[in-house]
C-alpha cells in the first residue's frame, strides 16, 4: 500500500524566510502525490498536485515542489513565507482501492508557524 | 454551486446516542468519500461512494457506523451508539475522476464531541 511520511510535526520560520516542508513517499511504479492546507476551523485545499508530467510542479499561493525519484520526496518549498501561510499542511499520496477506485492517504501533517 | 457543504458544523452529543451527518458534494461529482481526522493527525480514510454504490470502507469504519448515498447525490454518515473515541473531525470530500489526478474537494468539516 501507499504511503507518505511527513518528516516535521512542526516547522517555525521567520516572516519572508524560505519555508521547505518535507514529505517522502513509498516506492512505486506510478505515483500521484498531493499536497493539502488546512486553515484552523477550516477543510482541507488543494495546493498542487504531481500526475507524472514535470517534475516541478507549482501551486496556489507561491508554493511549489518538486518530486525526486530518486530520493522519494516531495517536498513543499516557498521562497518567502506571510503571516497567512501559518497552517496545517498535509502530504498525500492516491492509493488504489480493491474496487477499482481510488483514495488518497494522508500524512501525519506539518504545523507551519510564521513569526513575525 | 459553492462547493462542499456539511451540516451541522458541530455536534455535541452523550455518549450512548445517535448521531447523523450530512454531505452535500459538488453536483457534477460523482465520487464522494468520508474521512475523519483526530487531533494532531491527518485525515483517515473511512469510506467511498461511486454514484450512488458504497464501494469501499475502512477497517476504521465499525458496525456502528453507517453511510449512505441515495440517488448519488448528498451523503449521510450516521453513527449509533456513540462513544468518546469517536470524537473527531468528520470530512467530506467530493471528486470528478478525470484522467487518474483525482483531486478532492473537501467541505469544512463536522467537528463531533462525545461527552
Known amino acids: 500500500a501507499q504511503s507518505v511520511t511527513q518528516l516535521d510535526s512542526q516547522v517555525p520560520v521567520f516572516e519572508e524566510a524560505p519555508v521547505e516542508l518535507r514529505c517522502n513517499y513509498s516506492s512505486s511504479v506510478s505515483v500521484y502525490l498531493f499536497w493539502y492546507v488546512q486553515y484552523p476551523n477550516q477543510g482541507l485545499q488543494l495546493l498542487l498536485k504531481y500526475t507524472s508530467a514535470a517534475t516541478l510542479v507549482k501551486g496556489i499561493n507561491g508554493f511549489e515542489a518538486e518530486f525526486k525519484k530518486s530520493e522519494t520526496s516531495f517536498h513543499l518549498t516557498k521562497p518567502s513565507a506571510h503571516m497567512s501561510d501559518a497552517a496545517e499542511y498535509f502530504c498525500?499520496?492516491?492509493?488504489?482501492?480493491?474496487?477499482?477506485?481510488?483514495?488518497?492517504?494522508f500524512g501525519a501533517g506539518t504545523r507551519l508557524f510564521v513569526k513575525a | 454551486d459553492t462547493g462542499v457543504s456539511q451540516d451541522p458544523r458541530h455536534k455535541i452529543t452523550k455518549r450512548g446516542q445517535n448521531v447523523t451527518f450530512r454531505c452535500d458534494p459538488i453536483?457534477?461529482?460523482?465520487?464522494l468519500y468520508w474521512y475523519r481526522q483526530t487531533l494532531g493527525q491527518g485525515p483517515e480514510f473511512l469510506t467511498y461512494?461511486?454514484?450512488?454504490?458504497?464501494?469501499?470502507k475502512s477497517r476504521l469504519l465499525s458496525d456502528r457506523f453507517s453511510a449512505e448515498r441515495p440517488k448519488g447525490s448528498f451523503s449521510t454518515l450516521e453513527i449509533q451508539r456513540t462513544e468518546q473515541g469517536d470524537s473527531a473531525m468528520y470530512l467530506c470530500?467530493?471528486?470528478?475522476?478525470?484522467?487518474?489526478?483525482?483531486?478532492?474537494?473537501f467541505g469544512p468539516g463536522t467537528r463531533l464531541t462525545v461527552l
Open positions: 498525500a499520496v492516491r492509493s488504489s482501492l480493491n474496487t477499482g477506485g481510488f483514495k488518497t492517504i
Open positions: 453536483s457534477e461529482h460523482n465520487r
Open positions: 461512494f461511486q454514484n450512488e454504490a458504497q464501494l469501499e
Open positions: 470530500a467530493s471528486s470528478l475522476e478525470t484522467g487518474g489526478t483525482m483531486s478532492l474537494i
